[in-house]
């Protein structure tokens, strides 16, 4: 009794694919892999760095995202603004958002963390509200960029959904 062996041909196609497929996402994990690890690099030696002190002598052209800063100013609590959608340990919240008042009357943004529901109202977190002069070190980031699905920012109904600067302090002023 001979046996031979006939692959069919539309599964050994859907097999062909299938593994092609799977290659295809095994190379992009490995290249995200190498894109992370220089992306955390960046981030360790721009942030032990030695700090811009003086935001205004930062051309566009020569930001660096990731570089350590301090500046000192005063928080403009009632201008808060709080970024919709984020989660920290399974739990929705915002980040809050405070225009920081520098001693040169210019403006930068702060991230001040996160907040569930229960502490975006100002007053439930007066303990977190800092008045005066305040020195802050901080992380120097870029405007972000606005993803495929997420929404436009509503100032106007309180809804952020990407830090986007110039619409913020277009909003705040």
Known sequence: MNIYFRPMLWPSLVSITVFL?????????????????????????????????????????????????????SFLHKNEIYITGKTFEGNAGFHVITPFKLNNDSFVLINRGWVSEGYRNPIKRSFSLIKGKTIIKGILRLPQIKGYFVPENDGKQGFWFTIKPMEIFNFIQ
């Open 21 to 73: 497929i799977l290659l295809s996402f095994g190379t992009w994990q490995i290249k995200r892999l190498f894109w992370k690890e220089a992306l955390i690099d960046r981030y360790i030696s721009q942030s032990q760095s030695n700090p811009i002190r003086n935001p205004q002598d930062i051309k566009n052209s020569q930001i660096e995202e990731f570089k350590s800063i301090v500046v000192e100013g």
